[in-house]
């Protein structure tokens, strides 16, 4: 079946403006999180879904970011007033469920570069 | 707070050769999970394996081996026989019994394997 789907796949945006990245976890998945990569580091925590709510978002850096999952499916990652240092890959995953028995797939990322 | 240690940057080895990829975890939980995940040239993160903190059996699959010593803190990952095709970034990551989900990355091992 079909993976972890991430739009876009790279995202050019200049300092100050305003971004969203698309996740579409796999079917049937109603855990999703969100993590960021910075070049030559692990991945961080940013968000965590159990189906349209936020459980968990101790990882959002500031009020800047956002995100939502309306349907419990597709979430967006909103990227207010960008800056420099937003620039990481961001990566989106899935699980079947929240608990630790169920590993957590991911996508292939959004790589965004702020100008 | 949890913690994953990898002390290795960067391991470079001749095909064939056997290599070992450390990692160091700290959690207050009584209850957690280990992971290894392997993030290839193309960037997406491939799981590879999971562990309880209750199940000290080692594994092995294939040419994979893992190592679960819960008086070192440590869950080490060994490829045997290895091949050009195993260079990648490896990570090791921790979820805590109350995290919710959320995994703690280690900052990952750069592993080259030469022809």
């Known amino acids: 079946g079909a993976g972890v789907s991430q739009t876009p796949s790279n995202k050019v945006t200049e300092k100050g403006k305003y971004v969203e990245l698309r996740c579409d976890p796999i079917s049937g998945h109603t855990a999703l999180y969100w993590y960021r990569q910075s070049l030559g580091q692990g991945p961080e925590f940013l968000i965590y879904?159990?189906?349209?709510?936020?459980?968990?978002d101790s990882g959002l850096p500031n009020d800047r970011f956002f995100a939502v999952r309306p349907e419990g499916s597709v979430s967006t990652l909103k990227i207010q007033r960008t800056e420099r240092g937003d620039s990481a890959v961001y990566l989106c995953?899935?699980?079947?469920?929240?608990?630790?028995?169920?590993?957590?797939?991911f996508g292939p990322g959004t790589r965004l570069t702020v100008l | 707070a949890q913690k994953v240690t990898q002390a290795q940057t960067e391991i470079s080895v001749v095909e064939k050769e056997d290599v070992t990829l450390d990692c160091v975890y700290e959690?207050?939980?009584?209850?957690?999970?280990l992971f290894w995940y392997k993030q290839p040239p193309s960037g997406e993160l491939v799981f590879l394996i999971r562990?309880?903190?209750?199940?000290?059996q080692n594994e092995i699959s294939g040419r994979y081996s893992w190592n679960f010593q819960k008086s070192t803190s440590s869950f080490n990952f060994t490829i045997t026989a290895s091949q050009v095709v195993d260079s990648a970034v490896y990570f090791c990551a921790l979820r805590g019994g109350t995290s919710y989900g959320k995994l703690t990355f280690g900052q990952g091992t750069i592993l080259t394997v030469h022809p």
């Open positions: 995953a899935s699980s079947l469920a929240q608990q630790g028995t169920n590993e957590q797939f």
């Open positions: 879904f159990q189906g349209t709510g936020a459980a968990d």
């Open positions: 959690t207050r939980d009584t209850t957690y999970y």
């Open positions: 562990r309880n903190s209750f199940d000290e």
